[in-house]
Nanobody, 129 residues
Framework: QVQLVESGGDSVEAGRSLTLSCTASGFTDTNYCLAWFRRGPEKEREGVAAVDNDGSTSVAESLKGRFTVSRDNAKNSLDLQINSLNPSDTGIYYC???????????????????????WGQGTQVTVSS
């Protein structure tokens, strides 16, 4: 049974940095795609970043520069570092996984939530101005 557990969410002031972590279990090997999504208050869920088992990365165009994602296959983990946090980053951040990264990942683009079959419970990030 695949399980994804997020951690690291917090309430912080604007301008600070935060690192979220996701730990995956239940996969038989490391051949799966890991990703971060987020949902802000009264907003649709949006893709943030994804990393394939080979280390290839895709980041949402609007978030490039402030968001950095890194994967550790030995630990089955995916970290998301967010710099220069602002109130618009407030929301629940979800870890997601799929047997394969979406086709657009090869173009450096994020897929959609429908591309991912497994989801964590989410971790709350609140940024105050």
């Amino acid at each position: 049974q695949v399980q994804l557990v997020e951690s690291g969410g917090d309430s912080v002031e604007a301008g600070r940095s935060l690192t979220l972590s996701c730990t995956a279990s239940g996969f038989t090997d490391t051949n799966y795609c890991l990703a971060w999504f987020r949902r802000g208050p009264e907003k649709e869920r949006e893709g943030v970043a994804a990393v394939d088992n080979d280390g290839s990365t895709s980041v949402a165009e609007s978030l490039k520069g402030r968001f950095t994602v890194s994967r550790d296959n030995a630990k089955n983990s995916l970290d998301l570092q967010i710099n220069s946090l602002n109130p618009s980053d407030t929301g629940i951040y979800y870890c997601a996984a799929a047997p394969f990264c979406p086709v657009v990942h090869a173009l450096g683009m994020m897929g959609t939530a429908e591309d991912f079959a497994y989801w964590g419970q989410g971790t709350q990030v609140t940024v105050s101005s």
